[in-house]
């Protein structure tokens, strides 16, 4: 079992910058892939990054494309969510997951954690 801590959210203008990060316990960090989703209020939960084990493969969603980089350290136990251009409509809470296999779906990731608020102002 892993256990995930979310930090690095806050308010940032659009157009502005943020790196999220999150710390996993335990020796077994480098067996999991990680991802990163989000919630805005009244929204469902969405794919945002995803990164294998290895940090060899990524994916993206759509929205984030071209502006969000997911990356991680094995060493120190933690993955980031580099997050440039903000927008409005990426204020949401972001959660970090960990999970055996690399997917873009929440129900793929067992372990999360306890979610970032990002707000970006107009």
């Known amino acids: 079992q892993v256990q995930l801590v979310d930090s690095g959210g806050g308010l940032v203008q659009a157009g502005g910058s943020l790196r999220l990060s999150c710390t996993a316990s335990g020796r077994t960090f480098s067996r999991y892939a990680m991802g990163w989703f989000r919630q805005a209020p009244g929204k469902e939960r969405e794919f945002v990054a995803a990164i294998s084990w290895s940090g060899g493969s990524t994916y993206y969603g759509d929205s984030v494309k071209g502006r969000f980089t997911i990356s991680r350290d094995n060493a120190k136990n933690t993955v980031y969510l580099r997050m440039n251009s903000l927008k409005p409509e990426d204020t949401a809470v972001y959660y970090c997951?960990?999970?055996?296999?690399?997917?873009?779906?929440?129900?793929?990731?067992?372990?999360w954690g306890q979610g970032t608020q990002v707000t970006v102002s107009s």
């Open positions: 997951a960990a999970g055996q296999i690399l997917g873009v779906m929440a129900y793929q990731y067992p372990y």
